[in-house]
């Protein structure tokens, strides 16, 4: 950990996009709004959605993801070499209730050498801290996504006949992103991982076991992508990793707890902090946290973003009381298990009740930790 980050109370990243702001992409889209104009009103959007996680009292501050479509594509398809398609499957995403929400996510092929040609983020995050008077806090997805959906297939044998070149390329280009933001000022970075998540899935292991990649050795794989990618940031940049099991239109995709990667994870990547749901049942138990090592934070996912209720006080503490079990009070914090809105589409809750719960998760923390 760097000083107090992750914070007590702390969020994941993305937030429901205003209306406007949903508008002004669709024009944008149909060819009615120039770059500039849309660029024009994210600024504005961004600025009181600044103000508004200020005023809630959250101190790790996003840009709500609100320039982007999802929360991994926009990254991963400007660095050279990938391409996305649509439409080649259909992702099982349920909800609670028993209802399923049929979705075909985009799916990246890498056809030529990956190179990292441009900043990414970097003009993002300048406006991003132009506008805080707290921590600003930059969420990318971990390397790990450009392997996992579509594993071997996905990546040209022509360009890659060996895929440590491959891995060597894709940390490089993760290396100069980070870097490029380090020198713009960013110390808060958090790298969000579905694919560890669902190697907690004993059904995905499966399958991914029959396609011939063993899961056990594929989480060892993406902690040492996530260790090169941030082996040159500064001594005092903090960097998280946030594992989801799906967050669409308040459905998911994988269940199980995460005891299969929890004692690799946990003491081979070399990071400040995990971001853990833990929302539900889905997730498991908190005995896979005996395995934290000293001198990191976790972030407990209690609360839900994927529905308007508030969690009672006496809940998020009961259940933060079952995690001392296993990790000391002092390397926990408390979040949502995901974002508002992984995607644009956003989910079923809204931007009032997003800040309601917003503001209990600053009130526990407050209560729990006594920080204010």
């Not at 391409?83 to 499957?89: L, S, W």
């Not at 259909?90 to 890498?110: I, K, L, S």
């Not at 995709?253 to 400040?272: H, K, R, S, T």
């Not at 408390?334 to 998760?361: M, V």
């Amino acid at each position: 950990m760097h000083g107090t980050r992750p914070f007590r109370a702390d969020h994941v990243g993305s937030f429901l996009r205003p209306e406007r702001l949903v508008e002004a992409r669709g024009r944008h889209a149909a060819g009615d709004l120039s770059a500039e104009a849309l660029r024009e009103v994210e600024d504005e959007c961004i600025r009181e959605l600044v103000a508004k996680q200020e005023e809630v009292g959250l101190k790790g501050i996003t840009d709500g993801e609100f320039r982007r479509t999802f929360f991994h594509v926009d990254f991963l398809e400007r660095l050279e070499g990938v391409t996305v398609t649509y439409g080649e499957f259909t992702a099982a995403f349920r909800r609670d209730d028993g209802t399923e929400v049929g979705f075909r996510p985009p799916t990246m092929h890498v056809e030529k050498p990956i190179r990292h040609v441009a900043s990414i983020q970097g003009a993002d995050y300048d406006y991003l801290a132009s506008v805080v008077s707290r921590t600003p806090k930059v969420c990318i997805p971990a390397p790990s996504m450009l392997h996992f959906r579509g594993g071997r297939q996905a990546i040209s044998e022509e360009v890659y006949p060996d895929l440590e070149a491959f891995y060597a390329d894709l940390t490089a280009a993760y290396r100069a992103e980070i870097n490029d933001l380090a020198a713009r000022g960013c110390r808060y970075l958090q790298m969000d991982d579905t694919n560890l998540a669902y190697l907690c899935d004993p059904a995905i292991r499966e399958r991914t076991a029959a396609r011939g990649d063993d899961p056990d050795e594929l989480t060892h794989l993406y902690c040492r992508l996530v260790n090169e990618a941030i082996k040159d940031r500064p001594d005092d940049m903090t960097v998280c990793v946030h594992l989801c099991r799906g967050n669409f239109k308040s459905a998911w995709v994988a269940q199980g707890g995460y005891e299969p990667v929890a004692e690799i994870l946990f003491n081979e990547m070399g990071i400040d902090g995990f971001f853990l749901e833990y929302d539900d049942e889905r997730s498991g138990d908190f005995a896979p946290l005996r395995f934290m090592p000293k001198g990191k934070r976790v972030v407990l996912g209690l609360m839900s973003s994927k529905h308007p209720a508030v969690e009672s006080k006496d809940e998020l503490k009961q259940r933060i009381d079952e995690a001392t079990q296993y990790v000391a009070l002092d390397q926990c914090a408390l979040s949502h298990q995901c974002g508002f809105s992984s995607t644009a589409h956003g989910n079923q809750l809204s931007e009032d009740d997003q800040w309601k719960k917003l503001a209990r998760c600053v009130d526990v923390a407050g209560e729990v930790w006594g920080e204010t």
